[in-house]
């Protein structure tokens, strides 16, 4: 099919030449008729025959009526397939590209976003929206197509070309620039590419130089001689620009330059001439005009080549027009955009002032002079123009659009500053009045105005309005951090959870790591609130949501073992070793919590298992306290069941990997004083550092301790009762002892002297105390007298620690007493007294008990006697109170050693209390009162009132 265009072609209007204007009217009408009598069957048969199934021959076919001028015909036909096919995208980029030619720029603009949201990879479509948005100034939208056509294709030159093309449009000459010269470098082999950056170049350099900014375009000629070192315009413009700035050597080097190249180029040789004569160089002049045979002056060629340039240039000559015809609207149109391609915004604020005066306002003016003022940074005139058009002209898209981003400029200007509250009120606007790119840009704007207003409803409620079109988990996010500002966490809880939920499995984790940061400030905020309860509530919901978290697990476990949930913290322990078998920590928690009020055995495990650990990992810091902390509760334990040295061992090995451990060394102490080996129990019990409140009972125990490393000690007693009811029948007993410690024996002596109105008594002891290890001991002592004591007496005793009730030291003993005449009752044949001892011992950190059953054989009858010796120690041990106790058809033991009174086969009871002290390192007393009752008749009770007093010298 011949369309018009071709047949205008090939019978252009020079064909009609010299015929009559009626003759041409005929002839035209005729050309007219014959094309509709053979095109129009042809195109109606097409659109009758062609459907969308051969799809690519429809487009193609309406793409040859558009460019065949059939403008309608094409419509019609794309129309006609779109009732069958609505939706499809090349249909709706073709009606979009009628209403393009046609100026309806809404109809266009809608139909070619339909057809991109049809099918994304239009690319057709996105090349007309930027045509379109070209067209109605809206290069920011035309650069954002680009952007998305570079996307499908960024090695396409053209392109690039484009996008740069429109930042000049929209006056953002730098970043122009830059792109130019980006791609220059990127595409370096390029000559079209090439020749646009070396014309930018020149622009720039031209700019430079009428703004009198020699410096910059003496930058930009070097760049232009380096870039393009075959263009002899650029050594001209170069020496020129040196020449301007004052600088006659630059100059002179730039020609040299050239000349090397061009060595026979007239206006090198002029140029150079002139610089030569303007320096009084004569000599060099003189040989440099012989060489070249120029004898004329360099200043008049100089003068003409400038005049003949200047009157050449554009710039000149359209402001030769403009000077007689303001009104002019290319050479308006070519001043006022050189004007602001050059900054010079006066100039182009002059330049529209001109023109209105001339033609009168309208509204392309209004909005040149409104781009003026912004350029200027004069806000007030700006918004002043825009008002006056928006109130003209506020269903014009153009005025619309140019009205909102004025005020969104003044939007961000607030913004800048800090004025949120103003900043809000433009914002309201831009997004009533915006649309698309801006309106979402300034709701998010104004997101951030509310929120660092910190007016936390209003910021919900943009975000509902957003959520309305486009619903994101970067939104959800967004409300999350709102509920968090409220301290609305359960809502900001579920507000990240859903957008975790909205994402897919790649993105999910990136997702969680932002849910976990926003749940480690909540579980923070709460600690520092003391609110464990609520913080291990929230800890729950992150282990919900990401149950391998080793964060969450960490926080789980310190906050069950905060609020006493041990099984919790056990279940998050177990959890963190099942998903983390490598991280210490998690056996570090395990090995506390098994340890917790655990038996021996139990503490061997958990030892044993940090041992190991720690062998693997010897420096790890938290697993050195945790083993030393382990050590030094195990330790104990032993020590209660009286395994000194395999507490001990454990010690030294903690020790080992923590020597400046005072809890160890303290511990360590400890044993060696069980082990009773109170020199070292002194010094390692010495690392202890005390609080205030503990100074002065610490210091008391060292003094204690110190008392116990004497191996000589001294005794001096005195033991004085009184019968109740005489007051003169009183008696006392003094005694003085010498022990010696060597190794794991001890020796003593004793003499106990009394005297009576009878006569004096001596008695003589010697013992033997030896410990066979630690949990066995004996004591064996015989005793002779003269007179008032036993006339000979023995003990021997066996001391046994059992692990029975955490521990309790057992005795067995027996011992001899043989009375003289005098001692018995009256009626007693047999003066020998045979006994049995059983007793048990139990003590605790500060309290002794000490139970003795004592069976007495005394001249055929069994007698037995109950005693109870309790003791509470001080905090150091350097001191204690006691009471004591005691019942049975015997007085008790001490009374019958030393024969106060004879009080056999009846009732005897006692009950007494007293209390030691060290006195001093080396020095200790005690002071103990009793009360003795016994049956003198079967009427009479008798009391015996005694007081005991010891001394203790160690040396």
């Not at 700019?207 to 009198?212: E, P, Y």
């Not at 004329?296 to 359209?318: F, G, I, M, S, V």
């Not at 058009?389 to 969104?408: C, H, K």
């Not at 008798?942 to 010891?950: E, K, M, P, T």
């Amino acid at each position: 099919m011949v369309s018009t265009k071709e047949l205008g072609n090939r019978f252009p209007l020079s064909t009609f030449r010299g015929i009559s204007h009626m003759q041409l009217s005929a002839k035209v009408l005729f050309v007219r008729l014959l094309l509709v009598s053979v095109v129009l069957p042809y195109s109606l048969n097409a659109q009758t025959e062609i459907t969308l199934n051969d799809k690519s021959e429809l487009v193609r076919h309406i793409n040859k009526l558009y460019a065949d001028g059939s403008w309608e015909q094409g419509k019609d036909l794309a129309d006609k397939n779109l009732k069958k096919y609505p939706k499809d995208s090349d249909l709706k980029m073709l009606v979009g590209k009628y209403h393009l030619q046609h100026k309806d720029y809404d109809n266009a603009r809608l139909e070619l976003n339909r057809s991109i949201r049809y099918n994304q990879e239009n690319v057709d479509s996105r090349h007309l929206l930027v045509t379109l948005e070209t067209e109605t100034g809206r290069y920011s939208s035309a650069i954002c197509y680009v952007n998305e056509l570079l996307e499908i294709n960024p090695y396409w030159k053209g392109l690039w070309r484009k996008k740069i093309g429109l930042y000049r449009l929209q006056g953002n000459a730098v970043e122009a620039d830059r792109l130019q010269k980006r791609i220059n470098q990127i595409f370096p082999n390029d000559s079209v590419l090439k020749k646009d950056y070396l014309y930018q170049l020149e622009v720039q350099a031209n700019a430079n130089r009428m703004a009198g900014d020699m410096d910059k375009a003496i930058q930009l000629s070097k760049e232009l001689v380096t870039e393009s070192p075959e263009n002899i315009n650029n050594y001209i413009n170069a020496s020129n620009d040196y020449l301007k700035a004052g600088d006659q050597e630059g100059a002179l080097a730039f020609v040299e330059r050239g000349l090397v190249r061009f060595p026979q180029n007239e206006l090198l040789i002029d140029k150079k001439t002139g610089i030569l004569a303007q320096q009084n160089r004569y000599n060099e002049l003189l040989g440099f005009l012989q060489r070249n045979k120029r004898y004329e002056q360099y200043q008049y060629y100089l003068q003409e080549a400038a005049r003949d340039a200047r009157d050449k240039e554009p710039l000149t000559l359209y402001g030769k027009i403009m000077t007689a015809n303001p009104g002019d609207k290319e050479a308006y149109r070519y001043m006022f955009n050189d004007a602001m391609r050059n900054q010079q915004y006066q100039e182009a604020l002059l330049i529209v002032k001109n023109h209105q005066s001339a033609r009168g306002n309208s509204k392309e003016l209004s909005l040149n002079e409104m781009m003026v003022y912004n350029r200027l940074g004069n806000t007030a005139e700006e918004n002043r123009v825009a008002e006056e058009l928006f109130a003209q002209y506020s269903n014009d898209p153009n005025v619309r659009a140019a009205y909102v981003n004025t005020i969104y400029s003044q939007a961000k200007d607030r913004m800048e500053a800090e004025n949120y509250s103003q900043a809000i009120i433009f914002l309201k606007q831009v997004v009533e009045f915006g649309g698309g790119q801006l309106r979402a840009d300034a709701q998010n704007t104004l997101f951030n105005a509310y929120l660092a207003n910190e007016d936390y409803s209003n910021a919900l409620a943009v975000l509902d309005d957003i959520a309305l079109e486009d619903n994101t988990p970067q939104l959800q996010i967004k409300r999350a951090e709102l509920y968090f500002q409220q301290k609305g966490y359960s809502q900001a809880f579920a507000a990240y959870e859903k957008a975790v939920g909205m994402v897919d499995e790649n993105q999910k984790q990136v997702y969680l790591g932002g849910y976990a940061d926003m749940a480690e400030q909540v579980v923070t905020n709460l600690n520092k609130d003391f609110r464990y309860d609520d913080a291990l509530y929230f800890v729950d919901l992150w282990l919900n949501n990401d149950p391998t978290n080793e964060k969450a697990l960490g926080y789980a476990i310190n906050l069950a073992h905060k609020t006493n949930a041990l099984e919790r913290m056990r279940t998050y322990v177990e959890q963190g070793e099942q998903y983390h078998p490598e991280n210490i920590f998690f056996k570090i928690k395990l090995a506390e919590l098994n340890s917790e009020n655990a038996d021996i055995d139990t503490y061997e495990k958990v030892y044993q298992g940090l041992h190991d650990e720690l062998k693997a990992n010897p420096y790890h810091e938290m697993l050195i306290k945790a083993f030393s902390e382990t050590s030094t509760n195990y330790s104990l334990a032993l020590l209660k069941e009286k395994h000194s040295n395999e507490a001990l061992d454990k010690l030294n090995t903690a020790l080992h990997y923590e020597p400046n451990s005072m809890s160890l060394k303290h511990t360590k102490g400890l044993a060696y004083e069980q082990l009773k080996q109170f020199d070292s129990a002194y010094y390692y019990q010495g690392f202890y550092k005390p609080s205030d409140l503990e100074r002065t009972g610490f210091k008391s125990r060292l003094n204690y301790l110190q008392n116990k490393t004497y191996k000589n000690q001294v005794v001096l007693s005195h033991f004085r009762s009184r019968d109740q009811e005489s007051t003169y029948a009183s008696n006392s007993i003094s005694s003085v002892g010498y022990s010696h410690t060597a190794g794991e024996n001890t020796y003593t002596g004793r003499v106990y002297y009394t005297g009576r109105t009878s006569g004096k008594g001596l008695q003589f002891q010697g013992e033997w105390l030896r410990d066979w290890s630690e949990r066995t001991s004996t004591m064996a002592n015989v005793a002779v007298s003269n007179k008032f004591f036993p006339m000979l007496s023995f003990n021997a005793s066996l001391f046994r620690y059992f692990e029975i009730l955490k521990g309790i030291q057992f005795e067995l003993g027996i011992g001899l007493r043989s009375f003289r005449d005098e001692q018995l009752d009256q009626g007693m044949s047999d003066g020998n007294m045979y006994n049995a001892v059983f007793g048990a011992a139990k003590e605790w950190d500060r309290f002794r008990i000490n139970a003795r059953y004592h069976q007495f054989y005394l001249d055929g009858a069994l007698l037995y006697s109950l005693s109870l010796d309790t003791r509470h120690y001080f905090s150091s041990h350097n001191g204690y109170i006691m009471a004591v106790a005691s019942v049975g058809s015997a007085p008790d033991v001490e009374l019958i050693n030393y024969q106060l009174y004879n009080a056999f086969a009846v009732t005897n009871s006692m009950i007494g209390a007293g209390f030691g002290h060290t006195i001093y390192k080396n020095i200790s007393g005690s002071i103990l009162g009793s009360m003795n009752n016994y049956r003198v008749s079967d009427q009479e009770y008798g009391n015996l009132l005694n007081v005991y007093l010891q001394v203790n010298i160690l040396f």
